[in-house]
């Protein structure tokens, strides 16, 4: 149980375009997930909290106008990176808590997002 | 300012070594602590953590908190070339909805 699914797994875009990530948990419903970014070689680091039915709550030096989050369903939750540059390649992963479990914090699979 | 350190930052050992991986905590609000293992993808959980002196165990893998000390052990005993990977420990706050305070990681190389 506890299956978060994040797609796509891999996206390469040119400097300019959009790119928008899903994150769906699959059996079970959601009202929080969270979205990382890790650079390579180092940690995780969370950039904003997604909440069904409301605005996101970034953390502080993440652009809200550039990561724009949407979290419209228990299960859905998406992240897209508007005007994308090279420096915005990471690797970007979505993760949601099952509540009364001991699973922790699950996470999706990741994006590799690659802006040529 | 909340943080987790974690150490060694990397470590070789040879199949069948036992290692043991720290992780200590400076936070406000402590509720738990977790273990994940991070291969090439997303990181997988381990173990959760939230009462002092409690081994959890699976397979060859340990975990053990101190809430005295802020600090937590991952043990690896009879380690192989498949435990090679980046081990994350994190740590969530009461009343942060559940975010993730990650530290650096321990990259664990395990040769044959």
């Known amino acids: 149980g506890a299956v978060v699914s994040q797609h796509p797994s891999r996206v390469i875009c040119k400097s300019g375009t959009s790119v928008k990530i899903e994150c769906r948990s699959l059996?079970?419903?959601?009202?929080?997930m969270f979205w990382y970014r890790q650079f390579p070689k180092q940690s995780l680091m969370l950039m904003a909290t997604?909440?069904?039915?409301?605005?996101?709550?970034?953390e502080q030096g993440v652009e809200k106008d550039k990561f724009l989050i949407n979290h419209a369903s228990l299960t859905l939750s998406t992240l897209t990176v508007t005007s994308a540059h090279p420096e915005d390649s990471s690797f970007y992963i979505c993760?949601?808590?099952?509540?009364?479990?001991?699973?922790?914090?699950?996470f999706g699979s990741g994006t590799r997002l690659t802006v040529v | 300012e909340d943080k987790v350190v974690q150490s060694p930052l990397s470590l070789v050992v040879h199949e069948g070594d036992t290692v043991t991986l720290n992780c200590s905590y400076e936070?406000?609000?402590?509720?738990?602590l977790l273990w994940y293992k991070q291969e090439k993808k997303a990181p997988t959980f381990l173990f959760m953590l939230?009462?002092?002196?409690i081994e959890k165990k699976s397979g060859r893998l340990s975990s053990i908190l101190d809430k005295k000390e802020l600090f937590s052990i991952l043990n690896i005993t009879a380690t192989q070339t498949g435990d090679s990977a980046i081990y994350l420990c994190?740590?969530?706050?009461?009343?942060?909805?559940?975010?993730?305070?990650f530290g650096k990681g321990t990259k664990l190389s395990v040769k044959p």
């Open positions: 993760s949601a808590s099952r509540q009364g479990t001991n699973y922790g914090y699950t």
């Open positions: 059996d079970f419903q959601a009202t929080t």
């Open positions: 997604s909440n069904e039915g409301s605005k996101a709550t970034y």
């Open positions: 936070v406000t609000n402590f509720r738990s």
């Open positions: 939230t009462s002092s002196g």
């Open positions: 994190a740590d969530t706050l009461q009343g942060s909805q559940g975010n993730l305070i």
